[in-house]
């Protein structure tokens, strides 16, 4: 791996190759030998362990239990629920031979887990007091899909899928919006990024479910990106999976269910709402590195490095921190901390060394500021990581609310998508209208907000005028 | 599911059903629609998550680096190490089509992950200064085996699969034994288990590398498993995969490599190493459920529920608790947590609430004490906790040792293999020789300990009289 640091596309520029440019020179992945995969690399998969570790213990105070499926799912068992196997059908890899043997039955890798669950839920429920079942599984799955973008949309991915059943249907949709809260408050305390909640139109729900409900999240170039997803799936797979239980009357009933998740698409999210043409921004709670130390020609000065590795040796014991002990130049250092989207690095000289103090320089803003190295450091920086995640969120938050937009009439609407805003706009909910916004206009039905995020007068579908109460947010989107 | 405690067959009387009766009627595991494979029900994959934490940890202190590849390996890839294919080709899933249409290249699902890793730091390597690259991931793999057992062996199952590449062959071996050593020392401080270290014989090594070392436990009816094992790949894999790099005279060589793996199959050797004729027995430092609070006719004195309910806020502060608080009888409750292998219950009934006491019971000896409700009941519990883990491991130490015995002739040799003793003999190491004695008895070498566990005279190989310095550990195994 040569060691210069590689020039990203300005953002304004062209942001599609910013974004791929800091997605390779920021060490994040290099690209699988299958058809439109990646490998995580440390750096990446760093973020995706933080996230893990902070949501799986969210889902720990709920109640919900982490459990294992198999990988493949028989041929047999994928048909059960029409809808369902519908939707996923062009997107299965197939394992149809063993060690060059042909098999009796195709097994498909899984797109998603629900036949798995529900086919076992079936054994596990006899009466109400088994009710309910919330289990988690955070696995690998796979989507042959046609076009591919790091992150974004890979042929396989990592992810969690909660899937639970219930014994009535407001638990069930109960769960369905806990966990999309769950999910948002998420985004806003590790990830710091604020998102739209809402309904997901008939159109966009998920294949199988009743309803649909989203967390949309703003990228900076206007796009929007589905960061997580809570599905009510009411009895449809409890019926076709004949899931019963025996009520508190002792009559059989169809149990409730429900499936909700994230995935490493939110490392995308995390770099498209806060990166910049110096490369990742990385907010300092799942961030793999959160200080990096750079000796400042160490090399040439001892106290220079004594220094280094005392701050290094204090520091470790409450952040996760990494020391720059190359001959390097102070400039090349800098970039390298920079485009690996390190919250603060800490520059240490001769300066430094001499007067027993260090500069801290915070990745979001630039701002330097030099500090003594006390036992109160380690205060000093909490404040500032603090002030980084919230600085990161306002802005985010900003951006998002200034972009969304209303409109008078279609032509409008394209224009103001096309400027890459977020529109928010009554609409009827009829399916065709929506396919044909699509095809005229590239935008997408992303939800129904639980709550306007701005005020909207309008009562009549902007497209074809029918009484309408449903606000739609349309926006392009990954 | 219903809630009686089902009967299992006593260890003594047959191993296997034992097995399978702790296994289902633990609620480990439930049969998956795929052959041979098994769901990881809460309880198991809550021991595999406190495995991987703990040994997680464990590596990052080491340096090591997490990563993820992608599931799939091209057939073009898989068949540049010719002894490692070969070693897995009969078992290898493979995915010919995607969405009923064919693909022009099959792919197979990873048995193991070598042939990604290799080709990934062909590009990563360019200098000695990018050396050592100490990867791990943590995944699912494949292997279509004819006789499945649950978590001994099953088609699908869960791992961590270690990779690294080094500058020099000095480093690559020392990096195989460390792991090596990590491990037996995760199996005795974790899992209370005792192993026997060693070196494979070429019959029994990794295909593809050049030394493989093995952990070795001990089960209750004197069968070895496998617990770990270390591979020195030497540059078999790096000269398939060309990963050369510039040495510090700025010549190129090929770099030195090392895979290291522990499975889902940790679970079984923990229920056969301390389980008995009550179910499971799980060393508190990997019990999902640590504590069973067990409230004692609890519906009939609302002071005993007051206690138990605060018993559970206190204790959860420090301990993984559960509180059951149905109104079931005792017995039946004391029977559940036995069977589930929690490692202590607390039983709170009315002489507790009125003296404000709790009745702790070991699960691991069924001793029982009453104690005072305290501030210190958290330390009379830890204390409790590291006497269970001594004990279990001093247990199975002194079965292991007392299970492993010389020969001195062939036919003695067969006799305590039946009688399910681990023999340490010399022998020649000649392959045919080993297939041989396998063939005839049903034992395979294990291992060639570092240090033998028994004292041994022989210098003459105990089935052809050749001279030999090599002493190997013979026994049958999972």
Same mark, same amino acid.
């Given at each position: 791996?040569?060691?210069?640091? *590689?020039?990203?596309?300005?953002?304004?520029?062209?942001?599609?190759?910013?974004?791929?440019?800091?997605?390779?020179?920021?060490?994040?992945?290099?690209?699988?030998?299958?058809?439109?995969?990646?490998?995580?690399?440390?750096?990446?998969?760093?973020?995706?362990?933080?996230?893990?570790?902070?949501l799986?213990?969210?889902?720990?105070?709920?109640?919900?239990?982490?459990?294992?499926?198999?990988?493949?799912?028989?041929?047999?068992?994928?048909?059960?629920?029409?809808?369902?196997?519908?939707?996923?059908?062009?997107?299965?890899?197939?394992?149809? *031979?063993?060690?060059?043997?042909? !098999?009796?039955?195709?097994?498909?890798?899984?797109?998603?887990?629900?036949?798995?669950?529900?086919?076992?839920?079936?054994?596990?429920v006899?009466?109400?007091?088994? !009710?309910?079942?919330?289990?988690?599984?955070?696995?690998?799955?796979?989507?042959?899909?046609?076009?591919?973008?790091?992150? !974004?949309?890979?042929?396989?991915?990592?992810?969690?899928?909660?899937?639970?059943?219930?014994? &009535?249907?407001?638990?069930?949709?109960k769960?369905?919006r806990?966990?999309?809260?769950?999910?948002?408050?998420?985004?806003?305390?590790?990830?710091?990024?604020?998102?739209?909640?809402?309904?997901?139109?008939?159109?966009?729900?998920f294949?199988?479910?009743c309803?649909?409900?989203?967390? *949309?999240?703003?990228?900076?170039?206007?796009?929007?990106?589905?960061?997580?997803?809570?599905?009510?799936?009411?009895?449809?797979?409890?019926?076709?999976f004949?899931?019963?239980?025996?009520?508190?009357?002792?009559?059989?009933?169809?149990?409730?269910?429900?499936?909700?998740?994230?995935?490493?698409?939110?490392?995308?999210?995390?770099?498209?709402?806060?990166?910049?043409?110096?490369?990742?921004?990385?907010?300092?709670?799942?961030?793999?590195?959160?200080? &990096?130390?750079?000796?400042?020609?160490?090399?040439?000065?001892?106290?220079?490095?004594?220094?280094?590795?005392?701050?290094?040796k204090?520091?470790s014991?409450?952040?996760?921190?990494?020391?720059?002990?190359?001959?390097?130049?102070?400039?090349?250092k800098?970039?390298?901390?920079?485009?690996?989207?390190?919250?603060?690095?800490?520059?240490?000289?001769?300066?430094?060394?001499?007067?027993?103090?260090?500069?801290?320089?915070?990745?979001?803003?630039?701002?330097?500021?030099?500090?003594?190295?006390?036992?109160?450091?380690?205060?000093?920086i909490?404040?500032?990581?603090?002030?980084?995640?919230?600085?990161?969120?306002?802005?985010?938050?900003?951006?998002?609310?200034?972009?969304?937009?209303?409109?008078?009439?279609?032509?409008?609407?394209?224009?103001?998508?096309?400027?890459?805003?977020?529109?928010?706009?009554?609409?009827?909910?009829?399916?065709?209208a929506?396919?044909?916004?699509?095809?005229?206009?590239?935008?997408?039905?992303?939800?129904?907000?639980?709550?306007?995020?701005?005020?909207?007068?309008?009562?009549?579908?902007?497209?074809?005028?029918?009484?309408?109460?449903?606000?739609?947010?349309?926006?392009?989107?990954?």
């Amino acid at each position: 791996m040569s060691k210069k640091i *590689e020039k990203i596309t300005p953002l304004a520029e062209d942001f599609s190759r910013w974004y791929l440019d800091v997605v390779k020179n920021g060490d994040l992945i290099s690209y699988g030998k299958t058809r439109g995969t990646i490998v995580f690399k440390p750096l990446s998969f760093g973020i995706w362990e933080n996230i893990q570790k902070n949501l799986d213990a969210e889902f720990k105070k709920l109640g919900v239990q982490n459990v294992y499926f198999p990988l493949l799912i028989p041929e047999s068992l994928i048909n059960k629920e029409k809808d369902h196997v519908n939707g996923f059908n062009p997107e299965l890899a197939t394992v149809t *031979e063993v060690g060059g043997k042909p !098999l009796s039955e195709k097994y498909y890798i899984r797109p998603t887990s629900e036949v798995l669950f529900n086919d076992f839920f079936k054994n596990e429920v006899e009466s109400y007091n088994d !009710l309910p079942l919330v289990y988690n599984q955070w696995a690998n799955v796979m989507r042959w899909e046609k076009t591919t973008n790091p992150f !974004l949309r890979t042929t396989e991915f990592l992810w969690q899928e909660g899937h639970t059943v219930h014994a &009535d249907a407001v638990e069930a949709r109960k769960l369905t919006r806990t966990m999309l809260k769950t999910y948002a408050k998420f985004l806003k305390n590790y990830l710091a990024i604020p998102v739209i909640q809402g309904k997901k139109t008939p159109r966009e729900k998920f294949s199988g479910a009743c309803s649909t409900y989203t967390i *949309e999240a703003m990228m900076k170039n206007g796009r929007a990106l589905q960061a997580g997803t809570s599905h009510y799936l009411a009895q449809n797979f409890t019926k076709a999976f004949d899931i019963t239980f025996k009520n508190a009357e002792n009559k059989r009933e169809f149990a409730y269910g429900t499936s909700w998740g994230v995935t490493t698409r939110l490392i995308g999210a995390l770099i498209m709402a806060h990166g910049d043409d110096r490369g990742l921004i990385i907010p300092p709670k799942v961030a793999p590195v959160q200080i &990096d130390i750079l000796e400042i020609f160490g090399h040439k000065d001892p106290a220079v490095k004594n220094l280094a590795k005392q701050v290094k040796k204090d520091l470790s014991k409450f952040f996760r921190v990494k020391l720059d002990d190359s001959s390097k130049g102070p400039g090349f250092k800098a970039a390298n901390s920079e485009i690996h989207g390190t919250p603060i690095r800490i520059e240490i000289g001769s300066n430094e060394a001499m007067n027993n103090s260090v500069t801290i320089v915070r990745r979001d803003t630039l701002e330097k500021v030099t500090v003594p190295f006390t036992k109160d450091l380690k205060s000093v920086i909490r404040k500032i990581f603090t002030d980084i995640h919230n600085n990161l969120y306002n802005a985010a938050y900003d951006r998002m609310l200034n972009n969304i937009v209303t409109c008078d009439n279609m032509e409008d609407f394209k224009q103001k998508i096309d400027e890459g805003k977020w529109v928010l706009m009554s609409f009827c909910g009829d399916e065709d209208a929506e396919a044909f916004i699509q095809e005229t206009t590239g935008a997408t039905a992303r939800c129904i907000p639980f709550k306007d995020p701005i005020h909207i007068e309008s009562t009549s579908c902007v497209l074809n005028g029918k009484k309408t109460k449903r606000n739609v947010i349309f926006a392009k989107a990954y």
